[in-house]
């Protein structure tokens, strides 16, 4: 099993690529799980309109007391959520 694995927070108000990111990767992957950090702009939404059963989204709250951390500790939930033996990581 291959997992697919990406981390992001408000990317519709900051213009992240998401959705076309998690689609490159859709056709390599048995999942892709998807760190979605709490949003104030739709960014949940964004995800969940992929529509796509493979996609599994992880709601979390991202610590930014963390400093420059915040976003490893993010990626590395995101990667120990994935059930594959192997993952693709991929930024949005």
């Known amino acids: ?3 697919g694995f990406t981390i992001v927070r408000n990317a519709v108000r900051l213009e ?3 959705v076309p990111a998690v ?3 859709l056709e390599l992957c048995d ?4 760190n979605v ?4 702009d739709g960014t949940r939404d964004l995800v969940a309109a992929i529509g796509d059963q493979r996609v599994r989204i992880l709601d979390t709250v991202w610590d ?3 400093g ?3 976003l490893s500790v993010e990626t590395n939930r995101a990667m120990r959520a994935c059930r594959g033996t192997w993952g693709v990581y991929i930024q949005a």
């Open 31 to 34: 999942e892709v799980v998807v």
């Open 23 to 25: 689609r490159s990767i």
């Open 64 to 66: 930014f007391s963390r």
């Open 1 to 3: 099993m291959l997992s």
């Open 16 to 18: 992240y690529p998401i």
């Open 37 to 40: 950090g709490k949003s104030d």
């Open 68 to 70: 420059s951390q915040a």
